[in-house]
Structure formats: structure tokens, C-alpha cells
């Protein structure tokens, strides 16, 4: 489709395992956000891509998160030695631009992270 | 310190009422507001923003009203029906930042 594709949907893991979450955003989106949304909370700022800049990273919550996109497209959200507190829906999230001339961002259906 | 603040986390309308959905923020650079939408299992979608250098904004059945000296914007959706129960998120832009900051969320209810 022609939407933002989230991979997997779902993941279930042991603790301290680690685990990557793909995004494939919209074809032509030069920006690409990655959000999660805990249980019964909202959506969380994590990471911030525009174009070839240096990412925005100012929302990781600790050093055992890393995100990284290629050509300018797919982006890989990395989670290391995963621990219960981060499971969550993790979103992505495209636009042209910012997305602020439009005010809008296209999200993904989100991969649901289960740490055991 | 949360800058996007829904302090009703849940609503309940009758069909064909209105709902009127609050926000509230404390970054005065905010220069966009946005709404969003999302249905369990599947991602926001964009439903209605607002410039800040407008007051309102109106789309079908969804009005955004935004007053700036409050701080606080609002969605009135009328006349609500049942299709609209979702969870509705406030969010904003400063433009000294790429990035957009949301909301904790309301669930809204439109009981038939």
C-alpha cells in the first residue's frame, strides 16, 4: 500500500534480549518520527529524522535505544537488553517536510513490544 | 514536565450531542495545533489543526477553537456519533524544535 508500514506488528520478547522495529514511511516523506505509547499513556517522542540532517534524539529514554535510516527512507528503531518497561506500541510516523505546513503526519499501525 | 496537557482522560456523549475536547499547553512558542484520532490497533490519523495566529478552524463536524492567551484549544465535535469513539490526542509545534509534541489523550464515548 501506499501508507507507513510498521514490522513486525507484534513482538514478544525475554527480557534482555534485543529487538529492531522497521518503518517503511511514505515514498517521498523526508521526515520520519518515531513514537510509543505505553499502556494507558500517550504518545511519547523518541526520535526525529529530517532529510540527511543529524537526527533529533533528545527523546530516547536511555543509551539501549538507537535508531538509524538509511538513504533517507526505512528506518530501524533498536531496542538492547530490553527490560518490561519497554513494552509498548511503538509508532512511526512520515511527512513531507516537517509536516507542518499541512499539519500532518501519517502514522503507522504501530509494532506492539511484549518484554517478558 | 508535560507541555501538552488533556486533563480528561475519558468522555461520555450522547449521539447527536455535542463533544467538546480540551487541551491545554504551557509553551507560548507553540505556533501549530493538531488533532488526531486512533482506533485500537491502528495508528492516529490527522483530523483537524490550527495556526496560532487563527482562532478557529472548521471542518464538516469538527471545529477547532484556539485561545492563546489561555493556552488552551478545544474540539467540538457536533453532532457526535457513534463512529466517533476513539481516542482524540491534542498536539503541538514549536518551531525552534522538529518535532511535535502530543497530548496524553482523551477516549471519547458516543453512546447510540
Known amino acids: 500500500g501506499a501508507g507507513v508500514s510498521q514490522s513486525p506488528s507484534n513482538k514478544v520478547t525475554e527480557k534482555g534480549k534485543d529487538v529492531e522495529l522497521r518503518c517503511d514511511p511514505i515514498s517521498g516523506h523526508t521526515a520520519l518520527y518515531w513514537y510509543r505509547q505505553s499502556l494507558g499513556q500517550g504518545l511519547e517522542f523518541l526520535i526525529y529524522f529530517q532529510g540527511n540532517s543529524a537526527p533529533d534524539k533528545s527523546g530516547l529514554p536511555s543509551d539501549r535505544f538507537s535508531a538509524e535510516r538509511t538513504g533517507g527512507s526505512v528506518s530501524t528503531l533498536t531496542i538492547q537488553r530490553t527490560q518490561q518497561e519497554d513494552s509498548a506500541v511503538y509508532l512511526c510516523a512520515s511527512s513531507l517536510n516537517r509536516g507542518l505546513d499541512t499539519g500532518e503526519l501519517f502514522f503507522g499501525e504501530g509494532s506492539r513490544l511484549t518484554v517478558l | 514536565d508535560q507541555q501538552v496537557k488533556q486533563n480528561s482522560p475519558s468522555l461520555s456523549v450522547q449521539e447527536g450531542r455535542i463533544s467538546i475536547l480540551n487541551c491545554d499547553y504551557t509553551?507560548?512558542?507553540?505556533?501549530?495545533f493538531l488533532w488526531y484520532k486512533k482506533y485500537p490497533a491502528e495508528g492516529p490519523t490527522f483530523l483537524i489543526s490550527?495556526?496560532?495566529?487563527?482562532d478557529k478552524n472548521e471542518d464538516g463536524r469538527f471545529t477547532v477553537f484556539l485561545n492563546k492567551s489561555a493556552k488552551h484549544l478545544s474540539l467540538h465535535i457536533v453532532p457526535s456519533q457513534p463512529g466517533d469513539s476513539a481516542v482524540y490526542f491534542c498536539?503541538?509545534?514549536?518551531?525552534?524544535?522538529?518535532?511535535?509534541?502530543f497530548g496524553p489523550g482523551t477516549s471519547l464515548s458516543v453512546i447510540p
Open positions: 509553551n507560548s512558542m507553540f505556533d501549530y
Open positions: 498536539a503541538a509545534s514549536d518551531p525552534s524544535y522538529d518535532k511535535v509534541i
Open positions: 490550527i495556526s496560532s495566529i487563527k
